[in-house]
């Protein structure tokens, strides 16, 4: 299989079960931009592989879990609503996510300010994906009746708080700096 077919070079692009759109269909932009965060979690766990730290393996687990869950969310964006998905998102994929954000957020400091994106760089990497997953949630809005899973909402939405947790989480962890936002400039 080569990696290019050229079926794309006239600005067309094909969902799953082969429905060619363009490649600026609301459809393309939130799949695309959840792709766009996973690969800015992959950065993020791409500092972290000098770092030590008890803990360390389950949380690149954690981390490969929400990449993995990621992408099939990005496969039911690309899978027109009359066609069957073959992996579908689950409450319980939610229920993992803030069972681990609880967990953490138990460790951290009580918020008493807004941070500024800071700290290690995979705390600032994990803040650029959670900025990134915003994006794609606002996208997938668009999509409004056109989703044929609700919980794509739920689940982009609880995502961006996971990965602010687990930016704070490396912080702290690692002796990042986080920097709360000055109110007198």
């Given at each position: 299989m080569r990696i290019y077919t050229r079926s794309g070079d006239k600005g067309l692009t094909s969902l799953v079960y082969g429905q060619r759109v363009p490649k600026n269909h609301l459809r393309v932009e939130a799949y695309g931009t959840c792709d766009e965060a996973n690969s800015?979690?992959?950065l993020a766990l791409?500092?972290?592989d000098k770092e030590?730290?008890?803990?360390?393996?389950?949380?690149l687990e954690q981390m490969n879990r929400i990449q993995t869950i990621l992408f099939h969310v990005g496969s039911e964006l690309s899978t027109p609503k009359e066609k069957e998905v073959t992996w579908k998102l689950k409450q319980k994929h939610i229920d993992e996510m803030e069972a681990q954000i609880d967990e953490w957020d138990e460790q951290l400091e009580p918020l008493k300010n807004f941070i500024l994106p800071s700290g290690h760089s995979a705390s600032s990497a994990l803040h650029t994906a959670r900025t990134v997953v915003r994006r794609a949630e606002r996208i997938v809005v668009g999509l409004g009746d056109e989703l044929e899973n609700e919980l794509v909402f739920s689940y982009l939405n609880r995502l961006s708080d996971f990965l602010f947790v687990a930016a704070r989480y490396i912080n702290k962890i690692l002796g990042g700096e986080e920097y709360t936002l000055k109110v007198d400039i």
């Open positions: 800015f979690i992959g791409s500092f972290l030590e730290w008890d803990g360390k393996q389950a949380f």
